[in-house]
């Protein structure tokens, strides 16, 4: 059980120097290296140089540093929450729609969704998560289910990012290309036009670290809602799996990397933000916007190494 791991452990780290101390090695970076996303425009304007890091324990204990509280684009983070909901509603059945294997593809490629017969290889990549959009589509409200699900994970309100979603909606060109391949292939029940909206907004979520380091608290804790007393998010089976599919195929073509070196399964998106879980005790986000070639956060994912060598924590 959660409330039972890693709490002689965690009594003795103190996380707050720790975050200070990653924050003061990696701001010297700032600016160096990487370039933001530029295929969506109103990401392209995000300044570079910036630096968040916060975490939570599965005790409820928080710490932050750098631009922790700073609001950013959560993009394809916002696929753990959308896939949590899809598999409370839909079990098994799920994936009778979507694979569970690493693409070994860039995450908005065609050519494997051909090949596949319009089937995701897994619900990370874009064409996986639109189809699990399609899901929550076809039970009602998508959009005010996921926007009801972030309220109450964070404990406060939380917006869709009006301008970044109508950005990708004016853009989207290779979205709207696997939604429509995936919907002459007979795997989207609902309007192409509708499920992209859906996923345009999920991606356009705007949270901070620390907001984000809260959602993401269930899955460091076999399901159970971040704070004492509330109703659980998903079951523990669940909750493992979802771990499972981010380590495997959370941080596009790099899941081999990153598991080699963090240990930790982890899901970023392409406004620089990566969560990661360590089971049983927390869970840690962090945000810089400028991308790797692999589209994972470069400072990020050097934070998140940092972490990992300081404190030994890993799931090996
Ligand atoms: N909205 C982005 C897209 O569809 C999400 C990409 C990402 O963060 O992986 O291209």
């Not at 009006?162 to 909606?169: F, K």
């Not at 429509?180 to 670290?209: E, P, T, W």
């Not at 998140?304 to 060598?309: D, G, K, M, P, Y």
Request: glycine share 8%.
């Amino acid at each position: 059980m959660h409330t039972a791991h890693g709490e002689t452990a965690l009594a003795t780290m103190n996380f707050q120097p720790l975050l200070d101390e990653i924050n003061d090695e990696i701001r010297p970076l700032l600016g160096q290296r990487g370039t933001v996303a530029s295929y969506i425009p109103a990401l392209a304007r995000v300044p570079a140089a910036q630096f968040g890091i916060a975490l939570r324990t599965c005790q409820g204990e928080e710490a932050q540093a750098g631009d922790a509280a700073t609001p950013f684009s959560i993009q394809s983070v916002s696929k753990l929450f959308t896939l949590t909901l899809a598999m409370r509603h839909m079990g098994d059945t799920l994936w009778e729609r979507i694979g569970r294997e690493p693409s070994g593809n860039p995450f908005n490629s065609l050519v494997q969704l051909e090949s596949e017969h319009g089937q995701p290889r897994n619900p990370f990549i874009n064409a996986g998560a639109i189809a699990v959009a399609d899901r929550l589509l076809s039970r009602g409200d998508a959009k005010a289910e996921l926007l009801a699900l972030m309220e109450s994970l964070c404990g406060e309100p939380v917006a869709f990012d009006a301008e970044v979603a109508a950005s990708e909606a004016a853009t989207g060109y290779r979205n709207y290309a696997l939604a429509n391949f995936m919907k002459s292939f007979g795997k989207l029940d609902n309007d192409v036009q509708a499920v992209l909206d859906m996923y345009f907004h999920q991606c356009a979520l705007r949270m901070s670290c620390v907001q984000l380091a809260r959602a993401a608290g269930f899955l460091c804790r076999d399901g159970a809602h971040p704070r004492r007393g509330e109703a659980a998010i998903t079951t523990e089976r669940h909750a493992r799996r979802i771990n499972a599919l981010m380590l495997t195929c959370g941080t596009y073509d790099a899941a081999g990397d990153v598991a080699f070196s963090i240990g930790l399964p982890c899901k970023s998106g392409v406004g620089g933000g990566i969560v990661a879980v360590v089971p049983d005790r927390l869970t840690l986000c962090v945000w810089s916007p400028a991308l790797d070639a692999t589209g994972n956060s470069l400072l990020g994912m050097k934070a998140l190494e940092l972490f990992v060598a300081k404190t030994g924590l890993s799931i090996f």
